[in-house]
């Protein structure tokens, strides 16, 4: 859109106070927007594991008469992939639920809940790049070409875990509000 007015009343920034009256609208911008991230990013670890099953059902590596997923080095990539995956989705739904459990329940979000989601989102994303790279690893030659979706999932991981929101800094606040001290992350 081009040369259009938004009104105020129709904005908000980070630090405004919640002006719509459904619940979720009252969970802090940053708690509401971060854990997309993390999403996406396990998103992309589980095209990334899908991709490779199919890859390793029908490849033959070079000095082999094994198929990749019959050889022991791509089950275990493809297992300890899976358990980043699932581990991370699992913390992430539980620093969610235990957020939207605690604003109910209360009607504001606590500074634990709200790191707690912080961290879940970072770790997700953390997760993620590792699972990728077991997988990229895994696919041998065939990952490099840009027609190989591991070679996508590479870069995607890996440019949404540079993102300000999910870098190690949040583990740092984190740990100050697990041990009861003052967050110095303004946006936790």
């Given at each position: ?20 009256p459904e619940w979720r ?80 329940a209360s009607g504001e ?80």
């Amino acid at each position: 859109m081009h040369d259009v007015f938004v009104p105020s009343a129709f904005s908000s920034g980070f630090f405004d106070p919640h002006v719509l009256p459904e619940w979720r609208y009252r969970i802090p911008a940053f708690s509401r927007i971060t854990p997309g991230l993390g999403a996406m990013a396990l998103g992309t670890a589980r095209t990334a594991i899908e991709t490779l099953k199919e890859i390793a059902g029908v490849k033959t590596p070079i000095r082999s008469t094994q198929t990749l997923c019959d050889t022991p080095d791509a089950q275990a990539r493809v297992a300890q992939a899976e358990a980043l995956v699932r581990s991370a989705r699992l913390f992430l739904f539980d620093a969610l639920g235990q957020l939207w459990t605690t604003l109910l329940a209360s009607g504001e979000v606590t500074m634990e809940a709200r790191a707690l989601t912080r961290l879940a989102t970072s770790h997700a994303a953390s997760s993620a790049v590792q699972a990728v790279d077991l997988m990229y690893v895994a696919g041998g030659g065939n990952s490099i070409y840009v027609n190989c979706p591991l070679e996508c999932a590479v870069r995607d991981v890996h440019i949404g875990h540079s993102h300000i929101a999910i870098q190690p800094c949040v583990t740092y606040a984190t740990g100050r509000v697990l041990f009861g001290l003052d967050s110095d992350a303004p946006l936790l």
